[in-house]
Every structure is written in structure tokens, then in C-alpha cells.
């Protein structure tokens, strides 16, 4: 990473986070301005946050409207910065939308890809076990495929945000955390090594966002859940080769899967949630592994997928941090202008992150957002009813 002591130098912008969201921020950012800071609290690449591992869903199929209007735009970008670093981001595999016919999810998500003329088609059950004999699924669930979700090489992705950053005349400081932020005309940033100034900040700084905004007077009712992360594996002659992605939200639990790409023979399935955690002291949660999430997934995996095994082979740690209602937060702070947040993603920022950098981007050079996010104020989400 970049070395450059520019300590001295007031700056456009600095980004707190390089996470996914934060990357994206800061290459839109030295897209449109010059001198853009990106820092990190630690050495790069690490585990510590949201952004690593090797893969995750990308969808159109969404069921707030808001969010699936911008799903093309983050296509559009994935695609860009495809070409830019010459390597592949995103492989289209489709995604399985399922759910009990008792739910409404399913039925909202299917109105509005209609209405917004993406593409999809219906299959029954019988003709997803025929294309995909290892799985299994009754007449009792509704199935669309949306034919161009698919998989993101989230490693690659966030790689690829620094790198073209940096490429772009941006300065990365790693291993540095943020120790204090002084509001102002030009607002300074105290870390543990350094002092710098800007114009304008933009925070960004995943699951540690309530310790570095309270200081601010933000004080926002954010839960840091610990999300494990599961992988099981394909009985023998069992795994099929074009398998897609699928998210199922049947009896209210989100439980969605990716094929075999990260551990050759294994499938990721996961459970939408986990336990809350402390983000400096996520290894002490003993319970690793919450015995109703498990058996839950062990049952999902029996029923629905007989062609693994039922019981995981790899278990990895993730965090999400959710809001109220579980829409992030972008916005910028009531009494400082130039103070920019974006938090609270939730579990779904991945996918959304080219045009949520731009949204932040634009927001920290006072220009006007390209896509409405009046659902994703600190007042709007502050007042809306808990879904937790």
C-alpha cells in the first residue's frame, strides 16, 4: 500500500473503512476528486470485518423496491471494474427465489420484477429436482429462477476497489485506527500513528460504527451480530456442475446458499442471522456455533438437499451490522455537513456496494444523489418499527 505521508496536506476526503463499502466509496471518490485518503485500522487484507471471503449472492430480485431499481446500475459497475482490473468479479449462475406459498415475500419480489421488466421465469418443484436432481423441493413451495443473479468473487471485488483506488492517485493508510474526529470547516482525524485534515470525511467503518459516530453524538441502535458461516459437502456422484444460488424465506428465516466455488466439492448454506457480539471481542463468543441456527440448517439440508451431507465440514465467522429494519444508513450528519455516514448494511451491502459508493461519494462532494435514499436517512430509519 501507498506510503506517502501526506499528514500535512489538507485533503478533499478521507473514508474510514476499507471494507467493501468504504473501497467503493474511495474509488468514486478519486474518480471525481484528487486528493482522497482510505484508511484502515488494520493491515491489509484481513478477517476482522464484513468484507472477506471468497464469494457472495448478487441479485436483482429484492423485495424493497428501492433496492432493486438499483441493482442494474451495480451490474453496470461490477462490469466496469471488470474491465478496468482484467479479471472476472461476477459469475452469472441465477438464483432460485423460493418460499412456502403461504408467504408474501415471494409474491411482492416476483410483482416488482415484473413491474421493473427484469428477467425471470417460474419453475415448479418438479422441474427444479429434474434440472438439479440432488435437491428437493414439494408442491407446497413456489420457485423463480432470476436468471441473472449469481456469484461475486467478494475477494476479488474488494481487491479490486483498492488497487484502481490507488492506481488512481488515491493513499491508503493501513493499520491505523481512528482515536478521534474533530468537526469542523475542514474536520481532522486523529489516529493511532498520525493527524490528517480534509474537507469532508465519509464513515464507513462496518461493525465498529456506533464507537466511532457516538463520539459524534450519533447514537444509533445498531446490533453487531457474529454470522457463521457454513459449508457442506456433496455426497459422492451427487454435485451438480452449473448448481445456482438460491435464498429461501420461507417461516420468516432467510436460508441461501451459493455453489461450489470457494472449497472445491462443498456448497455454502447459511442461516441470515447470528449472535451479537461485541466487534473487539468476537472470538469470545463460545458458542460458536448457536444450536437452534444449527439444527435448523441441518434440518433445511436434510429435507431440501439429499445430496449432502447433512452435517457441515467447514465453519467460518462473518459479522453483519443491522439496523432497525435492517436499511442502511446514508446520510450525512445533522449539524456537520462534511461528515458523511454510511452503517448499518445489514447483510446485504456486498451487492450494493459500486452504486453505495458512488451515493456516499456524492453526498461528501454536496452533490445530488443519483437514486432516491430517503429510506436510508438517519431519521427515517431511526423512527421505523424494529424487525429484529
Same mark, same amino acid.
Given at each position: 500500500?501507498?506510503?506517502?505521508?501526506?499528514?500535512?496536506?489538507?485533503?478533499?476526503?478521507?473514508?474510514?473503512?476499507?471494507?467493501?463499502?468504504?473501497?467503493?466509496?474511495?474509488?468514486?471518490?478519486?474518480?471525481?476528486?484528487?486528493?482522497?485518503?482510505?484508511?484502515?485500522?488494520?493491515?491489509?487484507?484481513?478477517?476482522?470485518?464484513?468484507?472477506?471471503?471468497?464469494?457472495?449472492?448478487?441479485?436483482?430480485?429484492?423485495?424493497?423496491?428501492?433496492?432493486?431499481?438499483?441493482?442494474?446500475?451495480?451490474?453496470?459497475?461490477?462490469?466496469?471494474?471488470?474491465?478496468?482490473?482484467?479479471?472476472?468479479?461476477?459469475?452469472?449462475?441465477?438464483?432460485?427465489?423460493?418460499?412456502?406459498?403461504?408467504?408474501?415475500?415471494?409474491?411482492?419480489?416476483?410483482?416488482?420484477?415484473?413491474?421493473?421488466?427484469?428477467? #425471470?421465469? +417460474?419453475?415448479?418443484?418438479?422441474?427444479?429436482?429434474?434440472?438439479? *436432481? $440432488? !435437491?428437493? %423441493?414439494?408442491?407446497?413451495?413456489? /420457485?423463480?429462477?432470476?436468471?441473472?443473479?449469481?456469484?461475486?468473487?467478494?475477494?476479488?471485488?474488494?481487491?479490486?476497489?483498492?488497487?484502481?483506488?490507488?492506481?488512481?492517485?488515491?493513499?491508503?493508510?493501513?493499520?491505523?485506527?481512528?482515536?478521534?474526529?474533530?468537526?469542523?470547516?475542514?474536520?481532522?482525524?486523529?489516529?493511532?500513528?498520525?493527524?490528517?485534515?480534509?474537507?469532508?470525511?465519509?464513515?464507513?467503518?462496518?461493525?465498529?460504527?456506533?464507537?466511532?459516530?457516538?463520539?459524534?453524538?450519533?447514537?444509533?441502535?445498531?446490533?453487531?451480530?457474529?454470522?457463521?458461516?457454513?459449508?457442506?459437502?456433496?455426497?459422492?456422484?451427487?454435485?451438480?456442475?452449473?448448481?445456482?444460488? #438460491?435464498? +429461501?424465506?420461507?417461516?420468516?428465516?432467510?436460508?441461501?446458499?451459493? *455453489? $461450489? !466455488?470457494? %472449497?472445491?466439492?462443498?456448497?455454502? /448454506?447459511?442461516?441470515?442471522?447470528?449472535?451479537?457480539?461485541?466487534?473487539?471481542?468476537?472470538?469470545?463468543?463460545?458458542?460458536?456455533?448457536?444450536?437452534?441456527?444449527?439444527?435448523?440448517?441441518?434440518?433445511?439440508?436434510?429435507?431440501?438437499?439429499?445430496?449432502?451431507?447433512?452435517?457441515?465440514?467447514?465453519?467460518?465467522?462473518?459479522?453483519?451490522?443491522?439496523?432497525?429494519?435492517?436499511?442502511?444508513?446514508?446520510?450525512?450528519?445533522?449539524?456537520?455537513?462534511?461528515?458523511?455516514?454510511?452503517?448499518?448494511?445489514?447483510?446485504?451491502?456486498?451487492?450494493?456496494?459500486?452504486?453505495?459508493?458512488?451515493?456516499?461519494?456524492?453526498?461528501?462532494?454536496?452533490?445530488?444523489?443519483?437514486?432516491?435514499?430517503?429510506?436510508?436517512?438517519?431519521?427515517?430509519?431511526?423512527?421505523?418499527? $424494529?424487525?429484529?
Amino acid at each position: 500500500m501507498e506510503k506517502t505521508n501526506k499528514s500535512q496536506d489538507t485533503l478533499d476526503c478521507i473514508v474510514i473503512g476499507a471494507g467493501i463499502i468504504g473501497s467503493s466509496t474511495a474509488y468514486s471518490l478519486v474518480k471525481q476528486t484528487k486528493h482522497v485518503m482510505l484508511l484502515e485500522q488494520f493491515c491489509l487484507p484481513h478477517t476482522r470485518g464484513s468484507s472477506h471471503g471468497h464469494t457472495r449472492v448478487t441479485r436483482y430480485a429484492y423485495y424493497e423496491d428501492q433496492y432493486m431499481k438499483m441493482m442494474p446500475e451495480n451490474y453496470r459497475r461490477w462490469e466496469i471494474l471488470e474491465h478496468e482490473v482484467g479479471k472476472e468479479l461476477y459469475i452469472k449462475r441465477g438464483m432460485l427465489q423460493i418460499e412456502k406459498k403461504d408467504g408474501v415475500e415471494f409474491h411482492k419480489t416476483r410483482n416488482l420484477m415484473k413491474v421493473n421488466n427484469l428477467p #425471470f421465469h +417460474d419453475m415448479t418443484p418438479f422441474e427444479v429436482c429434474k434440472k438439479w *436432481p $440432488s !435437491i428437493n %423441493y414439494s408442491t407446497e413451495f413456489n /420457485i423463480f429462477m432470476d436468471e441473472d443473479a449469481g456469484v461475486l468473487r467478494a475477494d476479488r471485488c474488494l481487491t479490486a476497489f483498492q488497487k484502481m483506488f490507488e492506481k488512481l492517485g488515491g493513499v491508503i493508510k493501513e493499520n491505523e485506527q481512528v482515536i478521534t474526529i474533530l468537526p469542523g470547516k475542514e474536520v481532522t482525524v486523529v489516529t493511532s500513528h498520525n493527524r490528517y485534515t480534509a474537507k469532508s470525511i465519509v464513515i464507513t467503518p462496518g461493525a465498529w460504527a456506533s464507537k466511532v459516530l457516538r463520539p459524534l453524538g450519533i447514537d444509533i441502535p445498531l446490533k453487531v451480530l457474529r454470522v457463521n458461516v457454513f459449508f457442506w459437502r456433496w455426497k459422492e456422484f451427487y454435485e451438480p456442475n452449473d448448481m445456482s444460488t #438460491f435464498i +429461501d424465506t420461507s417461516n420468516g428465516y432467510h436460508i441461501y446458499g451459493l *455453489p $461450489s !466455488i470457494e %472449497y472445491p466439492g462443498l456448497m455454502k /448454506i447459511c442461516f441470515h442471522g447470528g449472535v451479537e457480539v461485541d466487534p473487539d471481542s468476537r472470538d469470545m463468543c463460545y458458542d460458536d456455533c448457536p444450536k437452534d441456527d444449527v439444527n435448523i440448517l441441518k434440518r433445511y439440508v436434510k429435507d431440501h438437499f439429499p445430496g449432502l451431507e447433512s452435517t457441515p465440514s467447514i465453519v467460518e465467522t462473518c459479522m453483519y451490522t443491522n439496523t432497525n429494519n435492517c436499511d442502511p444508513i446514508l446520510d450525512v450528519h445533522p449539524h456537520y455537513p462534511n461528515i458523511v455516514i454510511g452503517c448499518g448494511f445489514s447483510g446485504h451491502g456486498f451487492k450494493l456496494a459500486p452504486v453505495v459508493g458512488l451515493l456516499l461519494s456524492q453526498l461528501a462532494l454536496r452533490k445530488t444523489p443519483v437514486f432516491d435514499i430517503s429510506h436510508n436517512t438517519l431519521s427515517f430509519v431511526l423512527k421505523t418499527k $424494529s424487525q429484529l
